[in-house]
């Protein structure tokens, strides 16, 4: 594990507010995504940030939402 992506564990979402628990921003923050993208296939990649809208969209609403998880990781882009 690079230390990249040991400080990538940090940065995990809090269930409740799907906020950043290692920096507050609102999760994937820029640190997560990067650990997502060095962690993960594309295939893996897509069908987790699936399952995070899906449980995100509990307690989040907004049209970005499907940005915000999902078309980033589909370009393979941390910054997407
Ligand atoms: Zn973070």
């Known amino acids: 594990m690079t230390v990249c992506q040991a400080a990538g564990l940090a940065h995990q979402p ?3 507010t799907y906020d950043c628990r290692g920096c507050g921003e ?3 923050c820029g640190r997560a995504r990067a650990y997502l993208l060095a962690t993960n296939d594309r295939v893996s990649l897509l069908l987790r940030m699936a399952i995070e809208l899906e449980e995100a969209s509990l307690v989040l609403t907004g049209e970005d939402l499907y940005q915000r998880f999902v078309l980033w990781a589909r370009e393979g882009s941390p910054t997407g």
């Open 26 to 28: 609102p999760w994937p």
């Open 14 to 16: 809090n269930p409740c």
